[in-house]
Nanobody, 118 residues
Framework: QVQLVESGGGLVQAGGSVRLSCAAS????????MGWFRQAPGKERELVVV????????TYADSVKGRFTISRDNAKNTVYLQMNSLKPEDTAVYYC???????????WGKGTLVTVSS
């Protein structure tokens, strides 16, 4: 089992930036990729971005391309999500997830709330 702890959420004005972190511990060697998901009030959880641990290749949702950047520090087992040019519609609870080779979610973090005010 992989344990994930997110941090970095908060209140930010539209156009501002926030950086989220996700620290992984436990059986991290079994993790194929890491992902950030988000769930806005009244909506389903959606995928924001995925990064493969080894290659570093990334896949972004169209809604965040050019504004969000995912990165990783393998030595620290930590993944970051830099969010720029934030919009009110980015308001959501952001969840970190550890993914297996089939891209199924093996572990979820508890989430961190990002609120973007207009």
């Amino acid at each position: 089992q992989v344990q994930l702890v997110e941090s970095g959420g908060g209140l930010v004005q539209a156009g501002g930036s926030v950086r989220l972190s996700c620290a992984a511990s436990g059986r991290t060697f079994s993790t194929y990729a890491m992902g950030w998901f988000r769930q806005a009030p009244g909506k389903e959880r959606e995928l924001v971005v995925v990064i493969k641990w080894i290659s570093g290749s990334t896949t972004y949702a169209d809604s965040v391309k050019g504004r969000f950047t995912i990165s990783r520090d393998n030595a620290k087992n930590t993944v970051y999500l830099q969010m720029n040019s934030l919009k009110p519609e980015d308001t959501a609870v952001y969840y970190c997830a550890a993914l297996g080779s089939d891209y199924e979610v093996d572990s979820w973090g508890k989430g961190t709330l990002v609120t973007v005010s207009s």
